[in-house]
């Protein structure tokens, strides 16, 4: 039986073989035949490279597609974050500002009223003085 990291190394060099001609190619004969055949090896090149990571590693594909989503969700998180903190930031500043005010107007109307004792107080002389009347 044949060793396939044997089979890949030899298909390998093999492709290497055909783009080294395909330069050859370029130089010697006529520059579109060469460059269509240099194409036509590199692309198949890129496919071989595919099936063998395929096979290798049959995660390498999902790996790489969720490195790419995770930095662009987190460029995407980033830019909602400093968009968010603006808008946020200027509007919850208003509206703390806004509370203030109302809760310093609130506690100025709670210290003119009179307090829990001095209404009793004033409750207990208005008893005391119509039980002597």
């Known amino acids: ?32 035949v060469g460059l269509a055949f240099g194409v036509g090896v590199f692309s198949s090149y890129v496919l071989h490279v595919v099936w063998k990571m395929a096979r290798f590693d049959p995660d390498w594909m999902t790996k790489a597609v969720e490195e790419t989503i ?3 969700v987190e460029d995407v998180q980033t830019q909602v974050e400093e968009t968010v903190e603006q808008t946020v930031g200027e509007t919850v500043e208003e509206t703390v500002e806004d509370v203030q005010t109302q809760v310093e107007a609130v506690n100025e109307r709670i210290d003119r009223r009179p307090r829990e004792d001095e209404v009793e107080e004033i409750i207990e002389e208005s008893v005391e003085d119509e039980s002597e009347t």
Not at 4 to 31: C, E, F, K, N, Q
């Open 1 to 32: 039986m044949l060793n396939p990291a044997r089979v890949d190394a030899v298909i390998d060099l093999a492709y290497g073989a055909l783009i080294i001609l395909s330069i050859g190619l370029i130089a010697t004969l006529d520059t579109t």
């Open 70 to 72: 995770e930095e662009q």
